[in-house]
């Protein structure tokens, strides 16, 4: 309904009326005059004149009649009209009164009413817009002077000004009063409750600027938090950014489901809010990504304590649906002024940091360093020409074979990836396959060589087996014993002579999901290794997790066997423990007689190293095994 509807009927419907009665009236008239003239005409003689008045008033009669009719009519349909109207002004939420030139009431409607409680009796056309707010005053919903509030309004909607006013309804909800000038004089006050739409704009303005999920100010918020803070730094003053990634945060959404690692991401929010003080700000800049404003310190020490501070909240354990999840973080720290002073420099600082912490081995912090740059470019690089080299062919897999002790022979053949760079000439796998787990790129990677090294082994003689290295990024994504089963069918090697080399990595985590991937690739017929053996976090408790096939003995134990470390001891106590699992041994990294004759007494089950082979190309392998098929194997 238009405001200009609700201003128009009542005046209509009320000349109407007023006609409607006139009418009336003059038909009453003229029928009781034609009843005097006919009752006249019975006891007189008529002249001419008077047969023509009678006419003439008969006609006017039947005329008036048919007015009253017509507008009898007119006066049901309007009434129905009123009804309507009176429906939709009802019933729309907005209240609104009208108002004429002499700021009287000319109607207003329910919801008016409703909105502050006012009594019909009062607040009804006629009443002026003082009393009427007099009223409010009264019963609570206006607690302003009367006559400044009234006055003021008067006088700017007399000058042809809207005016809008927010004010609050009993029980806090939010009111919009806007008045608006009518052209004929007059004006038309819409009072809205804009309690939800008020609430609802709010909300959508912190969802702009917070994150949904830990309700932590966003990437917006936080270059806008930062900006007033480098603004604000005071002379002598520094101010850190805290650049904080989750170290394998994909791993544990893989592995365990987005709603553990969505609860997993809570619980650092939760954690870094705790760390900051009051006027820092901590932020979740999307996915694993944290930062942290750290302003007015003295020196990067107190930087260095807030880092403690974040270490030490966020690797607590916490439980989430039966996991008991420990996390850690990768940090890199930028410093304003010294790192820049502009927004976007000491971001990108920060960040450059952080690729420092994380190509460090994570689980550690960096402050930027003048070469970082320089660092990053190259490894960015790295990747981009690894990706490359994927696609072109530029990848081998040699294969370094794997000696049994007791007669010698060669028992299986560990997959090793080749990159031929074509400028840089062979770059090794300890360089790039770090560069390809971080970036994802190992997944395909990984495929590539097992469904390789699968269709290689196909042409050695059937007691060989083959090893591939499997990263712990890869053996997270769920589809890993597919791929293991779809290489095997692919290649027609039977499982029994695939051995998957594992790093305690994947054991490094309470990782059901791991496990489970452990044991679908023992069904499959595919045998363990736990490679690495005596490096990292090295616990024996590993061995008790999954019923390994195989340990291989990390190649820092061997260098120093022949020295009077406790090396030798610690390769025995290995031996002892495998054995009693029935697991068989592999010492990594032999290079002298000596090395293989302390091996063979301490009765390790096989060797690998430079001492039989290197690793080499396909090519040599299959002619290697060919020559020595059934005999040992003598020194390369
Ligand atoms: P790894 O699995 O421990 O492999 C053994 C490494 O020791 C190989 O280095 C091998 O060439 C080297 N090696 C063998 N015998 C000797 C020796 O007598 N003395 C010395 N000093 N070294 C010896 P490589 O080929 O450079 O590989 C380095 C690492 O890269 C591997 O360590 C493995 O962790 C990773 N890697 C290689 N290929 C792959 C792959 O296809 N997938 C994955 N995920 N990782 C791979
Ligand atoms: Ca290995
Ligand atoms: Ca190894």
Known sequence: MSLDGSHRWPDRSDSLADKAGLIGWFATFGVLAMMALVAEMTTATWSLREAALVALVAGLAVFAGLLLRRHQLTDQSLAAERRQLSTAVNNNPPGRVLYDATARIVICNQPYLDMFGLSPDVAKPGCTMQRLIGHRKETGSFDGDVDEFCNAIIQKVSLGKATRQLTEAPGGRAIEIINRPLKAGGWVATIEDITERTRAERKIAHLAHYDGLTDLPNR??????????LEAMQPG??????????????????????????????VVATRLRDCIKAGDVAARLGGDEFAVIQTGIKNRSETTELVDEIYAAIRQPFECAGHLITTDASIGIALAPGDGTDLDQLLQNADLALYGAKGDGRRTHRFFEAGMDERARARRSLELELRQALSDGGLEVYYQPVINLRDGKVSSCEALLRWRHPERGMI?????????????????????????????????????????????????????????????????????????EITEAVLIRDDEAALAALHQLRNLGVRIALDDFGTGYSSLSYLQRFPFDKIKIDRAFIRDLASSGASSSIVQAVVNIAAASEMTTTAEGVETEQQRNLLYILGCTEMQGYLFSPAIPAADVRHLLLSHRGSAVSAA
């Open 428 to 500: 090794s796998p300890a360089e790039f396959i770090p560069v390809a787990e971080e970036t994802g790129l190992i997944d395909q990677l990984g495929l590539w060589v097992l469904n390789t090294a699968c269709a290689e082994a196909r042409h050695w003689p059937d007691h060989v087996r083959i090893a591939v290295n499997v990263s712990p990024v890869q053996f997270r994504t769920r589809t890993l014993a597919l791929n293991v089963a779809a290489a095997l069918a692919a290649s027609g090697l039977s499982a029994g002579r695939l051995e998957l």
């Open 220 to 229: 917006v918020l936080f270059r806008e938090r930062l900006e007033q803070a």
């Open 237 to 266: 003053e520094q101010l850190a950014v805290l650049y904080i990634d989750i170290d394998e945060f994909k791993s544990v959404n893989d592995a365990l489901g987005h709603p553990i690692g969505d609860e997993l991401l809570k």
